[in-house]
């Protein structure tokens, strides 16, 4: 297993990239540590399956350098860098038995026959495939070939690291969550560096510990799963992550303060509020983080939507639109609603970035 | 659910297309099979023969020396066009603009009328003034397709493989361009060499239009007539007188209407048995 290093790393998929919007991949530096669950996500088209693809070996950067262990392996082949994949659609030897299937990587890389066997019996005993061995894989069900090609990589001991490219899209729902729950054991016994391609948020937010948010070819944040929802960085993570997501709106500053609507509202990063011109300015808080109060700023409720255990209540302050989350006993104020913002969770944006973080970005 | 009520007015429909598949098909089968239990003498007067015919085509060394002709001729047509086609799809570009020669490049052979790959090829190949002919004797191999028999059968061979290589190539290549690419992605991280890579991944995944290919290669071959006819007329001797032409002898040459009768319900039937055997065993063996 292996730490992953990006240095200056970006891919352009036309071959003289002329301005921002030609890159897929915009520069990145980033250190992944070893033995970690880091999921990249985002919409399609953001980049992440190209990152992953160069990690791989797949796709060859336009600049800078993949080190694994400081060892530079930009020039290297997928099977030259020990890395293992399980694609978005399960591919299987159709014409080989399961048992044939785990054992190929071993068997391409001339391992002892005895090792082969040794190692196949163990890792089909925990991906719960034994009784299948003998089995042609072309039958098997979808997530049982997934299955297989998640052992393909388990059986190799020299791997560093096991990628992921949206590898539940096509399991059915009931079965995913029982994948889901064997990959992270798994990633817990074998303590193999792991790296999740997903645009679920779910999958990324139960499974990874380093979360790697991207939009438009660039990271937008990486953080823990409460870093992203605490304090995203970008108003697109917290457009993208929560459900529903972060309200973000126009606002002006005066001292310390957003202004919407003529009112000043607290806000977590005050500092950097104060060196600010007003241009582009957004106030970004979450509906979690909006509470009704009775001494607060008065709004209008305009509906409401029960969603289970909760509700969600959108409300306009003069014409602002804003979504509040209530939790399912919690009673809504019948006549004169008023709401408060928590301050240590309200940010404010300037030209997308949270502001005082944007100068590395633009 | 949705419940549907078998509607049999829907039968009714279906009479154009009955009348017309008992025209197109039907009533000529039918008619070849009244001439095969009758036999005549002229003036439109039929006398009942029974399986008559039918035992002396089965019994007859002409039949068989055809058949066996016949059976050697698709054996080794498929034996080379199968491989060469794959072959030639592998090599082939997968993007850019060599793709769009490579097809045109290798449809072309495919546009051509079989009479006129017939004549092509007899000239291209005359001794005295073809130039492949020329080429070859010069090359002090004697050749001459209209005296040997084993040069007639390599021309006939050659000419069927340059004529319909392509319609395998072509398959196989739309068999290829199939995969998905997390295939051949997988292979290489698995160490795959590129043998490993088209016998567990290619191979399979192009087994169903080879199954095609291999099928309609069988089926066309197994009742070629125009080029050898065109080409050598069956010659020198009976050496390249195949099915199909042996019948035209049989039936338009000698007007044995019984025979003709009786020798072309056994050569269809010969015909269906082995397609059907060959589906059966590639699919069979699909499934295992």
Redesign the interface.
């Known amino acids: 297993m292996a730490e992953i290093q990006f240095d200056n790393l970006a891919h352009s998929y036309i071959k003289a990239p002329d301005g921002a919007d030609d890159w897929a991949l915009k520069p990145l530096d980033q250190r992944w540590e070893d033995g970690g669950a880091h999921a990249l996500l985002g919409p399609s088209g953001c980049g992440k399956s190209t990152l992953l693809n160069i990690i ?1 070996g ?1 796709v060859a950067p336009t600049t800078g350098r993949v080190l694994f262990d400081d060892e530079d392996v930009t020039a290297l ?3 030259q860098r020990n ?3 399980v ?3 399960p ?1 299987v ?4 038995t399961v048992h044939q299937n785990l054992a ?2 071993m068997r ?2 001339g391992v002892a026959e005895t090792d082969v066997q040794r190692r196949v019996g163990e890792i089909a005993d925990i991906l719960g495939l034994t009784s299948d061995l003998n089995r ?1 894989a072309a039958g098997l069900t979808a997530d049982a070939k997934q299955k297989i ?1 998640l052992g ?1 990589g388990l059986v190799r001991d020299d791997v560093n690291a096991m990628l992921f490219d949206e590898p539940l899209t096509v399991i059915d729902p009931h079965l995913k969550w029982k994948l889901r729950s064997n990959l992270k054991l798994l990633h817990q016994r074998f303590d193999f560096t792991m790296i999740y391609v997903t645009h679920d948020q779910t999958e990324a937010l139960t499974f990874a510990d380093n979360i790697v948010v991207m939009n438009e070819g660039r990271v937008a944040q990486v953080g823990t799963p409460a870093e992203l929802f605490e304090r995203p960085r970008h108003t697109f993570v917290g457009h993208f992550i929560g459900s529903p997501g972060m309200n973000i709106v126009p606002c002006g500053i005066d001292n310390g303060c957003a202004v919407i609507a003529g009112r000043r509202i607290a806000i977590a990063n005050a500092n950097a509020a104060l060196h600010r011109g007003g241009r582009n300015m957004e106030l970004g808080v979450r509906p979690e983080h909006i509470r009704f109060c009775d001494d607060g700023i008065p709004v209008t409720v305009k509906r409401v939507d029960d969603v289970g255990r909760s509700r969600i209540v959108e409300i306009t302050l003069a014409d602002v639109r804003l979504k509040v989350f209530v939790l399912g006993n919690d009673a809504l104020p019948d006549a004169n609603p008023r709401i408060a913002f928590d301050p240590a969770y309200t940010h404010l944006y300037q030209n997308g970035w949270l502001a005082g973080e944007d100068a590395a970005h633009d | 659910m949705i419940d549907r009520k078998p509607n049999p007015k829907a039968w009714l429909l279906l009479l154009p297309m009955l009348a017309l598949v008992a025209f197109n098909a039907v009533l000529p089968l039918m008619t070849v099979v009244n001439y095969s239990v009758q036999e005549t003498f002229g003036d439109n007067v039929f006398f009942w023969s029974g399986v008559e015919w039918f035992r002396q085509v089965l019994l007859s060394d002409r039949f068989h020396q055809s058949l066996l002709r016949q059976i050697i001729f698709s054996a080794a047509i498929l034996a080379i066009e199968i491989p060469l086609g794959v072959l030639i799809a592998i090599t082939m570009p997968r993007r850019g603009i060599g793709v769009a020669f490579c097809l045109v490049l290798m449809a072309l052979p495919l546009l051509i009328p079989w009479n006129v790959v017939g004549a092509m090829w007899n000239i291209l190949a005359l001794p005295d003034i073809g130039l492949l002919g020329r080429a070859v004797n010069g090359l002090g191999v004697s050749y001459n397709f209209t005296q040997q028999p084993l040069a007639a059968w390599i021309t006939c061979v050659v000419m069927d493989v340059w004529h319909w290589t392509s319609l395998v190539v072509l398959l196989s290549y739309a068999g290829l361009c199939a995969i998905p690419q997390p295939y051949y992605q997988a292979a290489k991280i698995d160490g795959a060499s590129r043998w490993a890579v088209f016998r567990y991944i290619e191979l399979p995944k192009m087994k169903h239009v080879l199954t095609i290919a291999i099928l309609l290669r069988f089926m066309d071959s197994f009742m070629i007539y125009t080029e050898p006819f065109v080409l050598t007329g069956g010659g020198p001797g009976n050496t390249t007188t195949f099915l199909s032409i042996d019948l035209v002898k049989i039936a338009l040459g000698q007007f044995d209407l019984g025979t003709a009768a009786a020798m072309s319900l056994i050569y269809f039937l010969i015909i269906l048995l082995l397609c059907w055997v060959f589906y059966t065993v590639i699919t069979r063996k699909g499934q295992q």
């Open positions: 791989s797949l082949r997928p099977e890395i293992a994949q694609f978005q659609f591919v030897y159709d014409t080989m190929f990587p391409n890389r042609r090609s393909r």
